[in-house]
């Protein structure tokens, strides 16, 4: 399967500050990227589709000035949160389409907290 | 919509011993794909098994198995000779087949524990 990058793995920040969390396809091109976000003890709920060199495309109710993401390669994509608030605490996971183009291969994950 | 329901919060089995974890979804599409992600205590994603909606014959990897019930749209997953590394929490996915879309719809989740 492919190996997925995430960098980096837990960030602590002050309340108002940005962060970027930035996600990286080791051994092949992934024209597309998945953002999520996990609650404790909860499931994975899409945040946002990543696309190479166009817009992300976000679900409802997330706020793309708030959570931006920009896939500017075909082996990087990064998410940004800004003015980060404690309610943005959470676990931010990303994947890629697999060269099989039904699988999806996670990142490690990133524990963001916000004081 | 596609929604994913896990009605087990948590299961545990002994060591050595089988499990089956429980995967109802609904949808009107008739091609898509199923998926068991496993998250262990590291939070790494792992896939475990998945299986293509118009192959009729249940998917197999190792010790892992599904029971595919398409017409009562029904996605189980049966863990033979349960290992302690096998505890974590398991996800049911889904997956339409339509090509671009590859959003990937998951349940709430089964914490399975491994009784040594």
């Known amino acids: 399967g492919a190996v997925v990058s995430q960098h980096p793995s837990r960030v602590i920040c002050k309340s108002g500050t940005s962060v970027k969390i930035e996600c990286r396809s080791l051994?092949?091109?992934?024209?597309?990227m998945f953002w999520y976000r996990q609650f404790p003890k909860q499931s994975l709920m899409l945040m946002a589709t990543s696309n190479e060199g166009s817009k992300a495309t976000y679900e409802q109710g997330v706020e793309k000035d708030k959570f931006l993401i920009n896939h500017a390669s075909l082996t990087l994509s990064t998410l940004t949160v800004t003015s980060a608030h404690p309610e943005d605490s959470s676990f931010y996971i990303c994947?890629?389409?697999?060269?099989?183009?039904?699988?999806?291969?996670f990142g490690a994950g990133t524990r963001l907290s916000v004081l | 919509a596609q929604t994913v329901t896990q009605s087990q919060p948590e299961m545990s089995v002994q060591e050595a011993e089988t499990v089956t974890l429980s995967c109802t979804y609904d949808t009107s599409e008739s091609d898509y794909y199923l998926f068991w992600y496993k998250q262990p205590p590291s939070r790494q994603m792992i896939l475990v098994i998945r299986?293509?909606?118009?192959?009729?014959q249940n998917a197999t990897e190792n010790r892992f198995s599904v029971n595919f019930q398409k017409a009562a749209k029904s996605f189980s997953l049966k863990i033979s000779d349960s290992q302690l590394g096998d505890a974590a929490m398991y996800f049911c996915?889904?997956?339409?087949?339509?090509?671009?879309?590859?959003?990937?719809?998951f349940g709430t989740g089964t914490r399975l524990t491994i009784i040594p």
């Open positions: 996915a889904y997956r339409t087949a339509d090509f671009g879309n590859e959003k990937l719809t």
């Open positions: 299986q293509e909606a118009y192959k009729q």
């Open positions: 051994d092949f091109q992934a024209t597309t």
């Open positions: 994947s890629v389409s697999g060269l099989a183009k039904n699988i999806q291969y």
